[in-house]
């Protein structure tokens, strides 16, 4: 019987799909991976449904590549590297499974987007952590997989935050619940009792949900997750911060962050602010010329008990700690409310998606760095953009701090016009240099996509060795996602 009629045998002949426009459509994304085409598309509905998908795989030795945002994919981890591969889509797994008020957390399937999560949420007085203006399709548990950083520092308190535990299918086809989760007894049980599923660490003392972060889907399919949430704040306050001296706005952040003040803290530079704000490419322009070249978005919410005065001591606060350094905080910048800011920069980003509304295309570069530091990349991404032709007034740049401010995200976005080919090169030559030297400068490609992983990998040979080891224990046919990182 051939792999497809299995398939259809599993989940149903509506939801294998095999057509030449479905696997065109899947064989690509908007990165610079190279195009493969699937064999098929399956869409499951149910963790037995997943659990014999890679059964059936370990017993063809059929690739399997997870999937579970849809459109705007940008990475290369949803193409994939070998022929033969069955794309398992799981957009269709999209219950919101439980939300739990009084502990903050809920329990999503990999198919529940932040838009859904966040309405079901406002109807509890609760919010999910959000990275910054997701696009529309991106899945929630895929953000919190892949570590996409949240804008509320002061929440993040390890790399596995916001996600806690976890229900996974590991490439050897064993289903698996980490932390509080793992029991005993079912989850109903479990619920019977009292127990949240907020302890992420376990069975025992091993983390096994880390297993699976930022593993672009070679050690298995989670079907479920539980993840911490927000209260609605009752009162907030935002404001902008402008300025054309960047080191006097990050030592403004440092200064917020080690006084636990505020809620979102962020780093945005003109270009990138007015990419967030405006559809079309003469707006953006507009926009750009009328912002001062860094803007730290920064608000405070007022939540429990007495809202409003914590709101008030945190406002003083912070006005006195940017006077310190020269800064005006306001409510407005150029023209723009702090509050539409805000709400913009922490909402699904509306069509079309945020980072190709200037070009078309957009090539990010993001590692893992302190943010003292960030001044030093953010010269070498620009020189290296000058020498290559590519001008730097274009170059999106974005600086999150996390864990508490204790590391920085740094991103740079690169647009392009995906139609010229001249630019196309640009781009790439950009991405070829750059990344070697930031690695050189001490950059941590926590999240090495594509052909970062050879520069990351390359230097700990000894880590590859170790994570090859754990492959074999938890994925022995090598099954998923064949050629990602260093598999």
Not at 263 to 287: F, T
């Amino acid at each position: 019987m051939a792999l497809e009629d299995t398939l259809r045998q599993i989940t149903g002949a509506d939801r294998v799909f095999d057509s030449p426009e479905v696997l065109e459509a899947y064989s690509r994304d908007n990165s610079f991976a190279p195009r493969i085409r699937p064999r098929c598309i399956v869409k499951p509905i149910s963790t037995r449904e997943v659990q014999q998908i890679v059964g059936l795989a370990n017993d063809t030795g059929t690739p399997l590549v997870p999937v579970s945002s849809g459109p705007f994919h940008s990475r290369g981890d949803t193409v994939p590297s070998i022929g033969g591969a069955v794309i398992v889509d799981l957009n269709s797994m999209n219950r919101i499974i439980r939300i739990d008020s009084k502990n903050k957390v809920a329990l999503v399937e990999p198919g529940v987007t932040f838009g859904r999560l966040a309405e079901a949420l406002k109807k509890e007085g609760l919010a999910p952590y959000t990275p910054l203006a997701p696009n529309s399709s991106k899945s929630v548990l895929t953000s919190y997989l892949e570590r996409e950083p949240i804008t509320i520092p002061r929440d993040h308190w390890e790399t596995q935050d916001p996600l806690i535990c976890t229900e996974v299918v590991y490439g050897s086809g064993d289903l698996f619940r980490t932390g509080s989760a793992a029991g005993p007894g079912t989850m109903e049980e479990q619920w019977e009792v009292g127990r949240a599923m907020v302890r992420g660490m376990g069975p025992a003392q091993t983390d096994f949900a880390k297993l699976t972060q930022a593993a672009q889907g070679t050690m298995g399919i989670l079907t479920w997750a539980s993840v911490k949430v927000r209260r609605l704040p009752a009162i907030h306050k935002t404001y902008l911060v402008g300025s054309e001296d960047l080191s006097a706005l990050i030592r403004l952040v440092y200064r917020v962050l080690w006084k636990r003040i505020g809620n979102h803290v962020m780093l945005l530079n003109s270009h990138n602010l007015a990419s967030l704000l405006s559809p079309a490419d003469e707006e953006i322009r507009s926009i750009r010329a009328r912002l001062p070249a860094w803007v730290f978005v920064f608000s405070i919410e007022g939540t429990g008990l007495l809202p409003e005065e914590r709101v008030a001591w945190m406002d003083g606060a912070f006005v006195e700690e940017a006077r310190k350094y020269g800064l005006e905080p306001g409510s407005a910048i150029a023209g723009l409310e702090s509050d539409k800011v805000v709400e913009t920069l922490t909402s699904p980003s509306g069509p079309p998606y945020w980072k190709v509304r200037y070009r078309g295309g957009c090539h990010d570069i993001f590692f893992l760095t302190t943010l003292d530091k960030a001044p030093q990349f953010i010269d070498l991404l620009r020189k290296v953009a000058r020498s290559l032709k590519y001008p730097a007034v274009d170059v999106g740049i974005y600086l999150q701090p996390t864990i508490q401010g204790t590391n920085c995200h740094c991103e740079f976005n690169l647009p392009y016009n995906p139609q010229n080919s001249e630019e196309v090169e640009r781009v790439k030559a950009i991405d070829r240099q750059a990344v070697r030297l930031v690695v050189n400068m001490g950059g941590f490609f926590s999240r090495p996509y594509g052909a970062w992983a050879s520069v990351a990998f390359g230097r700990d040979p000894a880590s590859v060795v170790g994570l090859r080891k754990v492959k074999t224990i938890f994925d022995p046919n090598g099954v998923m996602n064949p050629g990602k990182l260093c598999f």
